[in-house]
């Protein structure tokens, strides 16, 4: 009952001086609401950072190789990288835990449609980790991406695109099961049974064919690796430049499976003369998400010094404030309030606002994150390049916003204790003179 008299108290002393309460609280306005602005970007632009890597990657893993020797004398060779028979060990070994990232381009050509028309395509052929690690690239809407089973005997399945089944199908019409022949432009014709049909990505719909007729766009068909690589008379098991693995478990942390791979393919190069290593794109990510937190906290640092000013600034206000209310002051203590009463008066109107200024620059704050966000988002939207691949995401920061409204009170405190204290000690029967 007693905290809620001061708050009524301190409320009552800063409504009726308006102007003078609010250019005390302008320093801790303008702290908080930088402090939160730099902090709602930087959170969003890591947000940002978060969902394109996961609309256009998922967590593959590759390799890079350190010359071991103390003067890095060591010559290069073949046998100095991994191989398709240390990938398909790796396979084996893990139970399909782990499965390499393999693709091979056929070519493009052409397929006629019903009406005449010659669609224009790309035939590409892809294994199952590759299917698994572009499956937010490659969204699968109907049916399913050529299996291990297709791969391995080299089975004429394919997944199409949706547009592929507008631009070759009535509307209507169930592409799965059905069979369409392919012209490869300098490979041979051939036919393919539909398995699957994925979204057309965005990217192909910005880069590939920019401004180009719905019938005329180009649209890929994925196949099994292994068919691709005998369209392509290439050993499927032939070393590929740059491997790439993916994690089939989703569950599993990816810096464990970093350090599993490592440890793994480590064991090849014993006593050699060269060392390998695992990373993926995640580890890429997290470190730039570490250098930007760590910009974030500098700048949110030099940011806060302000509310420093602005802390000086309540203490001012209360000793005016206090010498202007000496002679209330001096009634209360010769009614018999204590000096505890009095000093926690004081600083409870200090912390009152000290808060208040605090809340408004977290709206602010809040304010200047959103507005960046939509000039960002209009930026984007108009590029030709990255319209529809980035989505800016403003995301204020809940832990930033509590910290600098607890941090706004301890200025109150702080600031406030030493007014207080004055208040306090005033003699009544001098506070009772001041005129």
Not at 229 to 248: F, G
Request: aromatic letters at 8%; one cysteine or more.
């Amino acid at each position: 009952m007693f905290f809620l008299e001061n708050i009524r108290l301190a409320l009552s002393a800063l409504v009726q001086n308006k102007m003078r309460s609010l250019l005390t609280m302008l320093g801790i306005i303008i702290g908080i609401s930088a402090v939160i602005t730099i902090t709602t970007i930087g959170k969003s632009i890591r947000s940002t950072l978060s969902n394109t890597f996961d609309l256009l990657f998922d967590t593959s893993y590759y390799f890079r190789y350190d010359d071991e020797t103390s003067d890095y004398s060591h010559v290069w060779t073949n046998d100095d990288f991994v191989t398709m028979e240390m990938l398909e060990q790796m396979e084996k070994d893990f139970g399909g835990k782990y499965l390499p990232i393999l693709s091979e381009s056929v070519g493009g050509g052409t397929v006629m449609n019903a009406r005449g028309q010659a669609l224009r395509v790309s035939v590409r052929g892809m294994s199952v980790g590759n299917f698994l690690n572009d499956a937010n690239y490659y969204r699968l809407l109907q049916g399913s991406f050529p299996n291990m089973e297709d791969d391995k005997l080299q089975k004429h399945t394919a997944a199409v695109a949706d547009v592929f089944v507008q631009q070759y199908f009535a509307e209507g019409q169930n592409p799965i099961g059905r069979t369409i022949s392919v012209d490869i432009k300098g490979v041979c014709s051939t036919e393919f049974v539909i398995v699957g049909v994925y979204q057309y990505p965005k990217m192909l719909e910005q880069h590939l064919d920019p401004g180009i007729s719905f019938m005329d766009r180009l649209t890929p068909i994925l196949i099994p690796y292994g068919a691709a690589c005998r369209l392509s008379s290439k050993d499927p098991h032939a070393n590929v430049e740059d491997p790439q693995i993916t994690l089939t478990d989703k569950d599993f942390s990816p810096e464990k499976a970093q350090e599993e791979l490592t440890e793994y393919f480590q064991k090849y190069y014993e006593g050699k003369e060269v060392s390998v290593r695992v990373e993926s794109d995640l580890t890429q990510i997290n470190r730039i998400n570490k250098i930007l937190n760590i910009i974030t906290v500098a700048i949110s640092v030099i940011a806060a010094i302000s509310l420093i000013v602005g802390g000086i600034g309540v203490m001012n206000i209360m000793l005016v404030s206090i010498t202007e209310r000496t002679r209330e002051i001096g009634v209360r203590k010769a009614i018999g309030a204590p000096g505890g009463v009095i000093k926690m008066q004081f600083v409870t109107e200090a912390m009152i606002l000290s808060l208040i200024g605090g809340i408004i620059g977290v709206a602010i704050g809040i304010l200047n994150g959103l507005l960046v966000g939509m000039i960002a988002n209009f930026v984007v939207s108009n590029d030709p390049e990255l319209g529809g691949l980035l989505t800016i995401s403003v995301e204020p920061s809940v832990t930033a916003i509590l910290i600098s409204l607890g941090f706004s009170i301890l200025i109150g405190v702080f600031f406030g204790s030493y007014p207080a204290a004055k208040a306090a000690k005033l003699d009544p029967i001098e506070a009772l003179r001041y005129e």
